[in-house]
């Protein structure tokens, strides 16, 4: 069975920082791309970063780029996304997805990932 189980959401001020966590298994983690997408009430599911396979290249989007950073440890099979500096705009369900073949212009579309996990919730507030 698939699975993708995020963690390290919570709640912190304005300039804070996390780091969420995403566990794969029952796949070959080595060989799939990883994104981090992001939801907020009322919006559309947004991608904020995707590593690469083995290179690991990483993609950020505009929003996040100079704060935010994922990171992939292929032996654990688990990718991070580490936030700092967070702002109030941050807040949402933060989840991770994996796919075998991302083309690098749909890294950021939702429709692009087979595999989801439940979600994270991250609460930047005063």
């Known amino acids: 069975e698939v699975q993708l189980v995020e963690s390290g959401g919570g709640l912190v001020q304005p300039g804070g920082s996390l780091r969420l966590s995403c566990v794969g298994s029952g796949f070959s983690f080595d060989d799939y791309y990883v994104g981090w997408f992001r939801q907020a009430p009322g919006k559309e599911r947004e991608g904020v970063a995707c590593?690469?396979?083995?290179?690991?290249?990483?993609y950020y989007a505009d929003s996040v780029k100079g704060r935010f950073t994922i990171s992939r440890d292929n032996t654990k099979t688990t990718v991070y996304l580490q936030m700092n500096n967070l702002k109030p705009e941050d807040t949402g369900v933060y989840y991770c997805a994996a796919d075998s073949t991302v083309i690098l212009s749909g890294m950021f579309e939702a429709r692009n990932y087979d595999y989801w996990g439940q979600g994270t919730q991250v609460t930047v507030s005063s």
């Open positions: 590593i690469a396979t083995n290179d690991p290249s990483t």
